[in-house]
């Protein structure tokens, strides 16, 4: 019985073991086959498509340079080349600077949208999928808005490119002509253009969106948490290296021909106010390079190998909650989002972002075009030297603000007292926007026909501001060109002897020209508006112009500004990006660790829907108020040719000091309402119990007693 009892015991234990051992061997199966299964998951390929030659580039050095590339290629567009494309803009389709703004701030409203949405499904799917989707869904947006270029015909900047535009006793053209013309200009109106461009900046906004939000989450998590920091400083250089990209290229399409390949007939130059660049071009370019970005971006798997232990790593070093508290607190948005809304810290300091964020949109968009006006440089070395400011200013702003952090040992606080000084200063730097050059005279538009230079010009800045009409209209026709039927000549700059501006030729009443083989310059004679009855002389030394004469383009002036106002814009972008690095220390400080991204978001949220959305269409109104000519076609007012320098440089700082005001007052009421910590009280008696301590010891005698004393006192401590 004894015998039989022990041989059912032992077939028991061989059956559990039996049973251990099958389950033993199905855990090893199951742990090989998800082994496999994230080794798959974890190369590059497409599909199911993932030969061994792929997985050289599956490697964080290449995410690293892939994303890096996007993100350059996206500042670039946005930043650089949507200020260079705003005055080509204008005049190639008959658009006004708020229209432009307004085709601009669509952009901010749709990636503050989509930043939000996009950042939550990519945050718990293929973030890789999410990058490279975006980067195509960016580079139809950029083909579309390059599209109005090849649906409307050539540019032809005088409409009478095959008759005379100099003064003739009978009119050249007809009513019934003109009217036919304006029928089929109707076919393709501004407003069609002005649709297309905005529903090419919603795709682009939306495909924006993905990669300032997704891509650093994407890098971060694919590399180990000491790289991390250089990988992410290397993408963030990007976005400031883009904008400089992208306004040396505008600088350089500028000067090719609008219908490139073709070459503009007559002796039409770059420095003539009717030419127009190839802006398309940069659109069309930066739409191929987010295709090619996108093709290995899609390749990429959604996790890299490592990732594990990556993670691991994180795990170990984080202080975070686990990601089911996460959903769990995804529930109760509302209520974190109330306790952000009414954290006053918090709020005044995104105030502040949000009201630079107007300054900067709205400037950087304008910029270029505000410099060429001011200081008549021409519009690619504008674009040129708007780039270098704004990119030197912006990055050694940045540098100064993390440095001045570091060194000074800000914190709490001093803070935003440090922000709120540099708001101060930045006020009072503001003040450089009224360096200015006056306005060239211009006959018929801001000096009558036949009247002296010097006795039409007032030295007072405020007299001849306020003076200003803004809806005054320009009275080109004067006594001496009515009788030469100028109504349907076209914009053909040319400056008179007598050292005023002329519409055209037709309206300086000039009869006879000649291009002067020696400076390609063509001059015009007899010239029946242009007043000689004084001794003026030629700007031009070269030039031996006989009484009654002109030249074609603009007068060059003799101002001498533009050198100090570069200087002071320079100091105005470090001022604004100083406090960059300050401000972001404190949203991060003001609210509890596990909801710094929330209040980083917030910020980037306020920042577009109230900087990046209304900046662009003030500044755009402005400059269509400080218009004194107007292109007027077929009865409809459509681009400006010139400025009244004095009004816009006027508006433009006051706007600028309006809002600088108002985030330095953001940062005054947050300095009002931050709490003085009880870290903060520990941390100064602290110090000065050490300094205490520190002395005391140095009164300490060398005595075996005292020393025994004291290793008692600090071991108690």
Known sequence: MAAGTEAASQDFCADIDRTNSARNSLDQDQRYHDALDTTIKSRFGYFKWSPDFLQVINKPRWLLFIIAMYFTV??????????????????????????????????????SAGSVLFTYFASQGHKGQWLG??????????????????????????????????????????NTSTGNTCQQKKVYSSDLYTAIF????????????????????????????????????????????????????GGILLNIYIDWPSTPSGNLTPSDPRWIGAWWLGYVITAILLFLIAIPMLGFPKHLPNYQRYRAERKALSSAKEDVEFKRRLSDFPKALYELLTNKVLMCTIMAFAFEEVNISGLSSFLPKYIDSQFSL?????????????????????????????????????????CALISLIGLFLSLGLLIKCDSPPFAGVNIPYHTNISSNTSTNFFMRVFSYNPLFTANITGNCNLPCHCNEVKYNLICGLDGKSYFSPCHAGCRKRILNSKTNIMEYYDCECINTSDDFQSKEGTLSIPVREAYGGNCQGSCSLSIPFFILLAFIMISTF?????????????????????????????????????????????LDHSCSLWDENCNQRGFCWAYHNDTLSLLVFAAMATFKSLKLIAYLLAWHFYPVSQESNKRNCFSDNRLKEKSNTRNISDSPKSKIMLITKVTTV
Do not use: H, W
Not at 226 to 243: E, F, H, R, T
Not at 580 to 607: D, H, K, W, Y
């Open 133 to 174: 989707y975006g980067a195509l869904t960016f580079g139809i947006g950029s083909l579309l808005f390059s599209t109005p270029q090849f649906i409307t015909e050539k540019y032809v900047y005088s409409d009478l490119i095959n008759q005379s535009d100099l003064c003739s006793l009978s009119s050249v053209l007809s």
């Open 74 to 111: 996206a500042s670039m567009q946005v930043t650089g080349l949507r200020a260079v494309v705003v005055r080509p803009l204008e005049r190639r389709f008959n658009i006004t600077s708020t229209q432009v703004g307004l085709i601009v701030s669509v952009n901010e409203i749709t990636a």
């Open 198 to 249: 905005i529903g090419a900046q919603i795709i682009i906004g939306l495909g924006v969106s993905t990669v300032y939000n997704v891509s650093i989450a994407y890098a971060d998590e694919n590399v180990s948490p000491k790289s991390s920091p250089i990988y992410v400083g290397i993408i963030n250089s990007m976005a400031a290296l883009g904008p400089a990209l992208g306004f040396l290229l």
């Open 578 to 622: 100083l406090n960059v690095a300050p401000g972001m220390q404190i949203i991060l400080r003001s609210v509890p660790e596990n909801q710094n991204a929330f209040a980083v978001g917030l910020m980037g949220t306020f920042a577009r829907l109230i900087g990046g959305l209304i900046g662009p269409v003030i500044f755009g109104v402005i």
């Open 378 to 418: 021409g519009l690619s070395t504008s674009v040129l030297i708007a780039g270098a400011v704004t990119v030197v200013g912006g990055a050694g702003g940045i540098i100064i603000g993390g440095v001045v952090m570091k060194y000074l040992n800000l914190y709490e606080d001093k803070t935003v007292k440090f």
